[in-house]
């Protein structure tokens, strides 16, 4: 039995603002992230302090290294795919168990998993290794964002103005290394990851958890704009999962009745579900369902699910009763009232939040209540 789990993103994880965060929310903006930790935004100056405070030995170098991590991410570690998993395969089999922090967060955008963490909770190397190639991305303001990182290492350390700007003058773009007396006093083996894993964190635990070789389901069930795709993204990068959405089955204009809307859980094509997934789901070969084409208001074109050991079903309604006990890990994702409508005016506009308000999220709700979805879920996140 899956122990229920109930948080906003991760706890246990080694905060940026002093004390241990119990609960992390996070927003993206366009391409970086802005990180809040219970409540109170995360800045680089915070994450510099807290690795002060948790490592032995820091070096300027050490700060400047964290600096273009924070901004440039991983994206330099990797030239060649297969020497890199070779690498990181090596070190990770070298590297003992270790109770020590799973994650630290080194700026909004980037944290370090690290590797005898990862291996003491018995997570696939495999999985941590996806999640670090994911983060590889190089953003177009990363060198600026750069130097406003070490002009605030400059202000938190004022007496280290000469020699940063030394580094400055002489510095050509290349990867920083880690200072001498930081590597023997810390014997650092992480991996760099994008913060925006950090979501997806609680999920992993529970799924290398799941018994059995046979293919796993995951079912990510919730209210609407709480974060229900991304993660399923998300598990499709990590776990190499073929993904079932939801949105795939509205309901043809048809079922369209007052009588289909008063159902709970009445707006969504569930006989299609069961039809043209279920049958398929545990199966490890590939398979195609129709997609539901908006512009004709009937299912359309064939999609295909990738062959695999693993299936993501997401979206509201994946939890169907209709669909029986299918999934081996069950997720809700919560969010609160206000959060989930500025969501959806950011995301669809002014005027299609209007319709979600008045239509599309009393359904929703009368679903959750009336099938007690977010009871029966192994674990929730959000709120």
Not at 11 to 38: I, P, Q
Not at 62 to 88: P, S, T
Not at 100 to 105: A, K, P
Not at 358 to 366: G, M, T
């Amino acid at each position: 039995m899956i122990k229920h789990i109930l948080v906003t993103i991760l706890a246990a994880v080694a905060c940026c603002n002093g004390a241990e965060a119990k609960n992390y929310s996070m927003e993206f903006c366009g391409k970086r992230t802005r990180l809040f930790a219970d409540g109170r935004e995360v800045s680089f100056s915070d994450c510099v302090k807290k690795q002060t405070s948790l490592r032995k030995k820091f070096k300027l170098r050490d700060l400047i290294k964290q600096a273009y991590q924070g901004a440039f991410g991983a994206g330099h570690a990797v030239i060649d795919r297969k020497r890199a998993w070779e690498y990181f395969s090596r070190e990770f089999g070298s590297v003992p168990a270790e109770e020590i922090e799973l994650v630290e967060i080194i700026s909004p955008d980037y944290c370090r998993i690290n590797l005898g963490a990862w291996k003491k909770a018995e997570l696939p190397e495999k999985w941590l290794f996806n999640m670090f190639l994911a983060s590889t991305e190089i953003f177009p303001d990363s060198a600026a964002l750069f130097k406003n990182y070490l002009e605030q290492i400059t202000a938190l350390y004022p007496e280290s103005a000469a020699e940063m700007a030394e580094f400055i003058k002489h510095h050509r773009g290349e990867a920083v290394h880690h200072s001498r007396e930081y590597v023997k006093a810390n014997r650092p083996s992480y991996r760099i990851v994008s913060t925006r894993f950090l979501t997806v964190l609680p999920v992993l635990k529970a799924a290398a958890a799941l018994p059995g070789n046979g293919v796993k389901i995951i079912a990510i069930d919730g209210r609407a704009a709480s974060g229900k795709t991304t993660v399923a993204g998300q598990l499709a990068k990590i776990l190499k999962a073929g993904v079932v959405h939801m949105d795939d089955f509205f309901l043809p204009q048809n079922l369209r009745t007052p009588a289909r809307f008063a159902e709970a859980g009445g707006n969504v094509h569930y006989e299609r579900f069961k039809a043209e997934v279920l049958p398929d789901l545990r199966k490890e070969s590939g398979f195609a369902y129709r997609r539901f084409d908006c512009s004709k208001m009937v299912p359309g074109a064939e999609c295909t699910v990738p062959s695999g050991k693993w299936r993501v079903v997401e979206g509201a309604y994946s939890l169907h009763p209709e669909f029986g006990n299918y999934a081996d890990l069950k997720i809700f994702f919560d969010i609160t009232p206000a959060e989930q409508m500025k969501r959806i005016k950011k995301r669809n506009g002014g005027e299609k939040a209007k319709i979600f308000a008045s239509r599309w999220i009393p359904l929703e709700e009368n679903y959750i209540k009336q099938t007690g979805v977010k009871k029966r879920a192994d674990i929730i996140l959000g709120r």
